[in-house]
């Protein structure tokens, strides 16, 4: 379960779109997968997680 990032500040990066956010988390979360099977990388966290935590603080933006 998450906890952090809210989904209230998730929202607050794509308008409130719902849609949108879905997208642009899980198209990250595919990019962050197959960067970690090419370097071998621990898991520890999971990548759905990770992209969660980018577009929060601001580092993953959506372009219409």
Known sequence: MM???SIDKLLN???GNKYILC???S???KEIESVRRLELADQDKK???IACE???S???TTSR
């Open 3 to 5: 906890i952090e990032p």
């Open 13 to 15: 990066q794509t308008s």
């Open 23 to 25: 997208n642009v988390i």
């Open 27 to 29: 198209k990250r979360a």
């Open 47 to 49: 990548s759905i997680s």
């Open 54 to 56: 980018e577009v929060a």
């Open 58 to 60: 601001g580092k993953v």
